[in-house]
């Protein structure tokens, strides 16, 4: 074989048919006609695989983070028809948006592997956020005397073609720390009726159970969101916040029958409030008038 050219498919296997006795030299062929995954593409590779990745349908991992020192982030993927995949989210010190397509079709899982930080200054802590969809954004402050993001953490399940996440260390001038407000749901209809509490910097996901928050001193206020198809439904919602310790009507949101409310707005609850109830049920028949504001 000429120096530097390598063998096509037929001929390596013309070298293994039967009763031939391949030589060194042809297994090193074989060897050397396959990518090792230790070989670092050249650029000219490298860019015919990204315009091939460009035309994929795959589901991808877009992330991005700043102010990064020593972290280790690992994430485990997981689909509904293939193996673990492990992704690798660490050394990012940029704004530029970076991807890495991971392989199967959802629903995929994602959890955390490996959480690793750097130090940080009294008043530095980590902001760490992902989107399990478009309208969906699960945030945390983290790091120095805040709770870190735990080893094995399920971050959620999702369907998009986009899971985005990014991590960045910030510096806020003052120590943080979690205040916890708790939150009792009744749902007194039929309908599966899901709910949100979001703060600054921080959001759950929709429940239908009764939650304790982890929100933040600095961001007290919370704010509600609520998720229900009421397509198929002829009667209107409305869901009731109070305040449990004096029994208070904090605020009223509103479900509207013959539709499907995605993320619809349920008012905000002012500081220091530490024990809601949350009371959904159908309006009542002779109150058919509800407040669009």
Known sequence: ???????????????????????????????????????????KEAVI???????????????????????????????????????????????????????????????????????????????????????????????NNLPVLSEGLDLGTFTEQRFYLSLSKLNFGQRINNVSTN????????????????????????????SVTNHYNLWDNLYFYYNADLKEINQHIECKVYNADNKQLIMTGYLYAGQNNEYAWGGDVATGIRNIRIECSYQDNQNNQINFK
Do not use: C
């Open 183 to 210: 939150i009792k749901f009744i749902n007194n209809t039929n309908v599966n009726i899901m709910y949100r509490a979001q703060a600054n910097y921080w959001g759950s996901l929709f429940s239908n159970e009764d």
């Open 49 to 143: 695989l990204a315009n091939s990745l460009a035309s994929i349908d795959n589901a991808y991992l877009a992330y991005y983070g700043y102010n990064f020192g020593k972290e280790k982030i690992l994430l485990t993927i997981n689909s509904q028809d293939d193996g673990e995949q492990l992704i690798d989210v660490s050394r990012t010190n940029h704004y530029q948006e970076q991807k890495k397509y991971f392989f199967g079709t959802a629903p995929y899982s994602i959890k955390i592997k490996e959480f690793r930080l750097d130090e940080l200054s009294e008043t530095e802590y980590y902001y760490f956020s992902y989107q399990l969809k478009d309208s969906l954004t699960v945030e945390r402050v983290i790091g």
């Open 1 to 43: 074989m000429e120096k530097n050219k390598l063998a096509t498919r037929e001929q390596l296997k013309k070298y293994f048919e039967k009763n031939k006795y391949p030589t060194q030299s042809q297994f090193a062929e074989l060897i050397d006609a396959f990518k090792h995954r230790e070989d670092i593409p050249t650029n």
